[in-house]
């Protein structure tokens, strides 16, 4: 499946920003979708992650009560809400998807995960 992220831009911290991922062509269905970045200088991390059947998330605990991953009902575009970002929060946002044959399950590893999207770049100022 490919994967095209939009809503990155530039933000004061305190600030809030939505990212999508949509996927082209198919639906995700039958996807657990996760957020990573990578921030300058930095290893790629986990960020959030939701179920196919979206029933089930899980969140890095740096953002935790602050970001949000949603699926809308056509399963065609998975959201991530984040609220009260914070300088370190600046990195390029990307999305990745894994086919599951568990719709319950989601995956916090970047192993797991077989199509990623080419990213979006998030940049808090202080």
């Known amino acids: 499946v490919q994967l095209v992220e939009s809503g990155g831009g530039l933000v004061q911290a305190g600030g809030s920003l939505r990212l999508s991922c949509a996927s082209s062509?198919?639906?995700?269905?039958?996807?657990?979708v996760g957020w990573f970045r990578q921030g300058p200088g930095k290893e790629r991390e986990f960020v959030a992650t939701?179920?196919?059947?979206?029933?089930?998330?899980y969140y890095a605990d740096s953002v935790r009560g602050r970001f949000a991953i949603s699926r809308d009902k056509a399963k065609v575009t998975v959201s991530l809400q984040m609220n009260s970002l914070k300088p370190e929060d600046t990195a390029d946002y990307l999305c990745?998807?894994?086919?599951?044959?568990?719709?319950?399950?989601?995956?916090?590893?970047?192993?797991?995960?077989?199509?990623w999207g080419q990213g979006t770049q998030v940049t808090v100022s202080s």
């Open positions: 990745a998807a894994a086919w599951t044959y568990y719709s319950d399950t989601y995956y916090y590893s970047q192993s797991d995960y077989d199509d």
């Open positions: 062509g198919r639906t995700f269905s039958n996807y657990a």
């Open positions: 939701i179920s196919a059947d979206g029933g089930n998330t």
